[in-house]
């Protein structure tokens, strides 16, 4: 009895040391990747720090265009600043956005490669269309703002000019504000893969995201109040696009969950099942 309880009890040290190995494999490899994915993102910062002066001038574009609407009516040459460390932090704070967009693609490898092993076939070919369109998407949110909100904003404040009233613009706001919309614009752009991604989990159904079509238009509304200018055109050139993402989303879950459907059916043919 005492052989057979001590058989068992190795054998069971050995079934905890074996389960211990895979963890500190993961354990490491993750730690690895997250090793090369912050350098990744520092090069490529430090790489964009090189160029700052460059993308300041970049963002300071709809802000030129529109003085240009207003002629020689405005004197100013451009923003000001008044601290003497406010350009470096600017340009450090522009650099690691832009690094953190450069390295995306090589940060999205990254996951993918760590998440892979553990994914059917089809479960890894599932997520590179989402990998493929998320830096699309932002890009598409980020050209709205700098083509379209940027510039209307800066018509707006110049707009309010009146004989001894002058729009002094600094430099901080100005950037703070430009990279806020880029960001918020950027993110909510990526509703359709938030959805696509939570309907192939089967959290949502498409009857439940059509069922819920006018809290969601209130919940687009009320974030975008508090993520735009307090102005409603700004409000609305962000809820009105992303309302218009969420029905495309609705569409992707469709698609979604009749190619499901249809898998479904033809295991049930091909097993014989009733």
Not at 29 to 45: K, N, Q, T
Not at 71 to 83: A, H, P
Not at 110 to 136: H, S
Request: net charge neutral; hydrophobic share 55%.
């Amino acid at each position: 009895m005492n052989d057979s309880a001590s058989v068992m009890h190795e054998k069971g040290a050995d079934e905890v040391e074996a389960s211990r190995a895979p963890l500190a494999e993961h354990l490491s490899e993750l730690r690895s990747r997250l090793m090369r994915v912050i350098a990744a993102i520092a090069l490529c910062s430090i790489a964009a720090f090189m160029f700052s002066e460059h993308m300041i001038d970049f963002l300071m574009v709809p802000f030129a265009r529109a003085k240009e609407a207003f002629g020689q009516e405005n004197l100013i040459d451009g923003v000001f600043f008044d601290s003497a460390f406010e350009i470096l932090f600017i340009k450090l704070r522009l650099s690691i956005m832009v690094g953190l967009a450069i390295a995306f693609p090589y940060v999205a490898w990254e996951i993918y490669a760590f998440v892979a092993p553990g994914l059917y076939q089809n479960e890894r070919r599932a997520m590179l269309p989402y990998m493929i369109a998320t830096p699309f998407l932002f890009a598409a949110g980020g050209a709205l703002v700098y083509y379209v909100i940027l510039p209307f904003i800066m018509r707006f404040a110049f707009g309010q000019e009146f004989e001894g009233v002058t729009f002094l613009p600094k430099a901080k706001p100005y950037v703070d504000l430009a990279l806020s919309l880029l960001t918020a614009f950027g993110l909510a752009f990526q509703t359709p893969v938030v959805m696509s991604l939570l309907a192939q989990a089967e959290i949502v159904t498409v009857q439940g995201l059509r069922k819920g079509r006018k809290y969601a238009l209130v919940v687009i509304f009320a974030i975008a109040m508090f993520m735009t200018p307090p102005d409603p055109f700004s409000q609305s050139a962000l809820a009105v696009p992303v309302y218009l993402l969420y029905e495309l989303g609705i569409i992707a879950a469709w698609l979604i969950e009749r190619k499901r459907k249809k898998a479904d059916e033809k295991a049930g043919i091909g097993t014989g099942a009733p």
